[in-house]
Every structure is written in C-alpha cells, then in structure tokens.
C-alpha cells in the first residue's frame, strides 16, 4: 500500500483540508496548488493546513507518489511563504491607520504603541516562532505592519522562519516518510506536528509570566502614604 492511500483512509480532516486530497492527482498543477495555499496561509487565510501540508508533500516525494524534485518543492514553498508575509505586512501596514484612526473601542492607537513596543522588544523571535504556530503564522504579519516593525529586521527574520518551516517540514517529511512506522501513522504525525508547533509559544508565554513574577517580587514595596 502506497504512502498517498495511507494518508486517504487514515485522515481525519475534511476532504478540504486533507494533505493528500490537496496534493495527490493534480499532475503538474501540484507544484502551484502547493505554493497558493503557503502563499494564503502566510498573509490572508489562516484556515489551511500549511505543516502537514508540507509535511505531506516530502513524504509523497520521498515514496514516489508525488512526482516532484524535491528542491525545486523547497524552493518553491519558501518563496510562496515569504512574498505571502511581504504581503500580510502589506496589508497591516496600509490598513492600520485606517482602522486605529478613530480610536474606536476596539481600535486604539495605544493598541499600536503597545504593539510597537512589544514588537521592538520581541519582534525577531515572535516572527520567527511564529511561523510554527496555526493561525498565528498568518496574523504575526499583520501585527508587524500595524505595529510598524521596523521592515528591514521584519524582512531579515521572516526569511529565517519562512526557510525553516517550508524548506525544515518538507525535508522532514522526506527524510520520516520512508520509515514505516511514520508512513503509516499519518494521523497520528499530523496530531503531533500541531502539538510541537504550539510548543514554542507556550513556552515563551510561560517564561513571560516567570519573569512578570520574578519582577514583582524584588520591586521595592510603595511607601507609606502620610496622614
């Protein structure tokens, strides 16, 4: 049994949403199915399965049921990553003012300002971690243009994690997906993938709340109010 129907009868995704069906019986129109929903996950639609689609795409590759040299699909899905987060930073960028103009209840320029400030402070690692996070690889882009990051340290680091997640996930499906154990386990790698990739949030947002808590407790304590 070949890797691509292991992946059919095992996939719990909708039809929509599943790797192999996005992937598998597209002939040579495979290559662009694949770098226009990286492109779309990267800057406007972050409903897509971008890591197991990658994932997916190497271990077809690798077990010959995806007809595709796999440096050009590397090539190719880190380019599509990184024009769709020039365009997210696009579209945060132009559209911000826009919507934080009137100082709206949602909208408020101090929301800007705290942004900004998070994004000098954070803005590298949070733009590169973010790539591995579902939905927040898609609106980190918009957060960075809102926020005014400033584009030549954005750019520097969205090239870093645009190579890491595209190029890294299919090279790791390629290299996974010719042990057994992992080609016919679909399922449960696709569960997994998501799990790691929420990981290095989760480990950040607790090492902010150390440290909040570490500050707090050596601040000096307020002084007495007079009578």
Known sequence: MSAAQNIDQMSIMPDW???????????????GVLCLIIFAESSVFPVLPGDSLLFTAG???ANG??????????????????????????????AGPALF?????FFKQEYVDQTHAFLEKHGPK????ARFVPFVRTFITWIAGIGRMDPKKYFTYTVLGGILWATGLI?????LGTIPLIRDNVDAIFILIVLIS????????????REKKRAAAVAPAPEPQQP
């Open 126 to 129: 949070a733009v590169v971690l």
């Open 17 to 31: 949403l599943n790797p192999e069906i996005l992937l598998n019986g597209l002939g040579p129109t495979v290559l």
């Open 198 to 209: 929420v990981l290095p949030i989760a480990f950040e947002y607790l090492k902010g709340r």
């Open 59 to 61: 271990l077809l590759i």
């Open 65 to 94: 049921d995806l007809e595709l040299p796999l440096w050009l699909a590397c090539v190719c899905a880190t380019a599509a990553a990184l024009i769709g987060n020039v365009v997210g930073y696009g579209i945060g960028w132009k």
């Open 171 to 175: 090279l790791l499906g390629s290299l």
């Open 101 to 105: 103009k009137k100082n709206s209840r």
